[in-house]
């Protein structure tokens, strides 16, 4: 006579703990966490690099050589104030672009005539490459700020373009139909419907657009300048000074984080329910 061990029923909620996969314990820490140990790591590995196989400093500086480049720029004001100057054309570029953009965004979408005859001229356009317009800029507006805001401008407008145009035309139809039968107009469909529906779109652009802004100041500065941080670099390399040239990276780099930090904290706050639906959805 055989006995058969008894067996024990496993509910959905055994299976689903028995196949759920492990999460690396690590992976409950916050990001920014893991992004300085990490930055941490490689800046150890670099110096430990640069100075077991003695690389000459005039190659590739070690990370504390270029800390001190750093912090000697930012004692004697010098690499502030071409911070400053570099800056303001970043910020003055990307203004103008978001302004022209938007309304260019704004015509396309609403006419069907703008639509087919400028956009196709605009894209045209923008297969030109911007290093090559830019000592054309240089001689047009001359070697002052103009000429650098205007090439960050032209870098950071596209982006934008696109970005806002594909936002507006993603409209539900139907949505819009609704809007219509209840005798709302196209402007108050454009601003009610169309600008919210957008609006995740166009922060995405910004997002992109101020990333690019950086690099369009900095080869503005390249072609022709007296001071910025891309005329630092430039000097820099000329005397051979590379910890110097390092550390004006690190000051672009800081720029470049602390305006993406700044509009994605924007973005969070205006486009508040798209937040919301993706908390939801990791939830």
């Excluded at 008894?6 to 992976?27: C, K, M, N, Y």
């Excluded at 071409?82 to 990307?94: A, D, K, M, P």
């Excluded at 992109?208 to 820099?236: C, D, K, M, N």
């Amino acid at each position: 006579m055989t006995t058969s061990s008894p067996t024990t029923a496993r509910g959905p909620g055994d299976v689903l703990t028995a196949t759920a996969p492990r999460r690396h314990p690590l992976s409950a820490l916050p990001g920014w966490v893991l992004s300085s140990c990490l930055a941490l790591l490689l800046l150890g590995a670099w110096e430990a690099v640069v100075r077991v196989f003695s690389i000459s400093p005039l190659l590739v500086p070690a990370p504390t050589a270029v800390a001190q480049a750093l912090i000697a720029g930012l004692a004697d004001g010098t690499l502030l104030a071409h911070t400053w100057v570099t800056l303001q054309e970043i910020l003055l570029g990307f203004a103008v672009a978001v302004v022209a953009a938007m309304v260019l965004a704004f015509l396309v979408t609403q006419s069907r005539l703008v639509d087919k005859a400028f956009f196709p001229l605009v894209v045209t356009t923008q297969t030109i490459p911007k290093v090559a317009i830019a000592p054309l800029l240089l001689i047009w507006f001359g070697t002052g700020m103009t000429s650098k805001v205007v090439t960050t401008a032209l870098l950071v407008f596209f982006p934008l373009l696109v970005n806002a145009i594909l936002g507006l035309r993603a409209t539900d139809p139907e949505q819009i139909t609704m809007f219509r039968s209840f005798g709302a107009t196209r402007w108050q469909i454009f601003r009610k419907l169309q600008v919210p529906t957008a609006l995740p779109s166009i922060f995405a652009g910004f997002d992109l657009g101020v990333v690019f802004a950086v690099t369009g100041a900095v080869v503005a500065e390249f072609v022709g300048s007296t001071e910025g941080l891309g005329y630092v670099i430039q000097a820099t390399n000329f005397t051979l000074d590379v910890a110097t040239t390092f550390a004006v990276l690190v000051m672009l780099s800081v720029i470049g984080l602390v305006l993406h930090a700044l509009v994605v904290g924007i973005g969070r706050r205006v486009v508040f329910w798209s937040a919301e639906e993706r908390s939801g959805a990791e939830r």
